[in-house]
């Protein structure tokens, strides 16, 4: 049985995760944008995406 190996960095507010050197994704906290074949490919397509900051939800003065 082996350990499953977790690679994961940040960049403009994306994740970039891979597992087991399986393919790379970039995420956000709720959803995945893209996959990708290698981490530099990874890593250009979340440099060309604008900054990403979650939103909070809106507070309601009553």
Known sequence: ???PML???HMNGYEL???NSGPWRVCTQRDR????AT???ALAFA???PGYKPR???TTNR
């Open 1 to 3: 049985m082996s350990i």
């Open 17 to 19: 995760v891979s597992v």
């Open 56 to 58: 909070t939800a809106p």
């Open 33 to 36: 944008i893209g996959t990708f």
């Open 7 to 9: 690679s994961k960095m």
């Open 47 to 49: 440099a060309s995406l």
């Open 39 to 41: 981490r530099e490919e």
